[in-house]
Nanobody, 124 residues
């Protein structure tokens, strides 16, 4: 069974940076497309970024383009989300997700496995 464990969240001032990590276990990591989503209180989980199995293809939600970077290290079974120039509106719980497919997707319904989430809070 796939397990995902996120870390790296916390409190940061506006303009600051955080790097989220998500460690994958239970299956062959390089067989899975990975994604990051966030969820605001009372809202649906929303797409942030995705990366394909090799790391050669990435896709971002418009509001994070140029600020966030998704990457993966298949030797370490880990996917990262580097978040720069953070804004108060980035405050949310961030989840990583895994999809057994070579194709990236921005739809949460395409991801079968989810981590427990990590809180990111950006103060103004």
């Amino acid at each position: 069974q796939v397990q995902l464990v996120e870390s790296g969240g916390g409190l940061v001032q506006a303009g600051g940076s955080l790097r989220l990590s998500c460690v994958f276990s239970g299956r062959t990591f390089s067989s899975y497309t990975m994604g990051w989503f966030h969820q605001f209180p009372g809202k649906e989980r929303e797409f942030v970024a995705t990366i394909n199995r090799s790391g050669g293809s990435t896709y971002y939600e418009d509001s994070v383009k140029g600020r966030f970077t998704i990457s993966r290290d298949n030797a370490k079974n880990t996917v990262y989300l580097q978040m720069n120039s953070l804004k108060p509106e980035d405050t949310a719980v961030y989840y990583c997700a895994a999809r057994f497919s070579p194709v990236t997707s921005s739809s949460k319904d395409d991801y079968r496995y989810w981590g427990q989430g990590t809180q990111v809070t950006v103060s103004s």
